[in-house]
């Protein structure tokens, strides 16, 4: 999905008026503010989505404030509003966070007295609770639990050369009945897109599982390269399982420590590869809790 040139003006916006629509209709334009909030041109519409994001207490407005934070550094403006966001709906973990950017001499004056002003805010919910009224976040649960419901069950990031391998697990997947996202499935949904973009929403937020098949041409290849640091923005912010590698040979890919599991077709025929990442994914479904949860 891309974003218009001249999108509705989002200052219009209210809470009371999102939160008076359908569930669905609640779905669409939260993803569609988070979408502003993400790629507009416009640092003040980005803004703007994520103050609206935050008056509904949407859990996607604590991901999009982190991704800002670290990334934005030369946006002070924008960067102020993200940690404003978390100061309102952020999570025990932000604290320490927030801790650090008040004292950081790095970042605008004002920059550090809003991070003090969410450290006081946040620490001051934690301990008491929201009041009535307060908008209630969930952002405490795995993103994977809270996020809306995504688009694909599965999205494979693979080379070229290992097509062979890649459309063998899609197909099986998808017979399985699952959602997957395979770019010879969607060929002309990708015609006349900006990939980037779109690429970017289906593997940091449209999928529930990213699939990279790791090789030595995955690692050469700049496309599979920019898939994976998507995925990784997503693992970094709280959903460490998201990444189910699939590995061809030895090749060792930065960003991927050599302890996440793995399935190596090496040792395991693609039908059972199938078959664990199916079961994987119907587990997330029903919100069966993986053993690192347990633990």
């Keep these: 999905m891309t974003i218009a040139a001249n999108p509705p003006p989002i200052k219009g916006v209210k809470?009371?008026?999102i939160k008076a629509l359908s569930q669905d209709e609640c779905s669409i334009r939260q993803e569609w503010l988070a979408?502003?909030?993400c790629l507009h041109s416009s640092s003040f519409v980005r803004r703007s989505a994520m103050v609206?994001?935050?008056g509904i207490a949407s859990p996607l407005v604590r991901v999009i404030s982190l991704l800002v934070i670290a990334?934005?550094?030369q946006n002070e403006n924008l960067r102020e509003t993200a940690i404003k966001c978390l100061g309102r709906i952020g999570t025990v973990?932000?604290?320490?966070l927030l801790s650090d950017l008040r004292k950081n001499e790095r970042i605008a004056r004002y920059g550090r007295q809003a991070a003090a002003k969410a450290y006081t805010k946040l620490s001051r919910r934690l301990d008491r609770g929201p009041t009535r009224g307060e908008p209630v976040s969930n952002a405490t649960t795995p993103i994977r639990d809270r996020m809306i419901e995504p688009y694909f069950d599965?999205?494979?990031s693979f080379a070229g050369e290992d097509r062979k391998i890649a459309e063998s697990l899609a197909c099986g997947l998808r017979e399985n009945s699952l959602r997957v996202f395979y770019d010879m499935f969607y060929q002309a949904d990708l015609v006349g897109e900006d990939l980037a973009r779109l690429l970017a929403r289906i593997y940091c937020r449209a999928s529930r599982f990213c699939i990279p098949i790791i090789s030595k041409h995955y690692a050469r290849k700049s496309w599979p390269r920019f898939e994976l640091s998507q995925a990784q923005e997503r693992s970094i912010f709280g959903d460490s399982s998201y990444l189910i590698p699939v590995q061809i040979d030895s090749t060792r890919v930065s960003g991927i420590p050599a302890t996440v599991g793995?399935?190596?077709l090496r040792v395991c025929s693609i039908d059972k590869a199938i078959q664990l990442i199916t079961k994987k994914?119907?587990?997330a479904k029903v919100g069966k809790p993986g053993l690192g949860d347990l633990l």
Aim: proline letters at 0%; charged letters at 30%.
């Design 15 to 17: 809470s009371s008026d």
């Design 35 to 37: 979408e502003v909030a």
């Design 52 to 54: 609206a994001l935050r």
């Design 71 to 73: 990334h934005e550094e």
């Design 93 to 96: 973990a932000d604290l320490a």
């Design 154 to 156: 599965v999205a494979l």
């Design 262 to 264: 793995h399935i190596d």
């Design 281 to 283: 994914v119907m587990q």
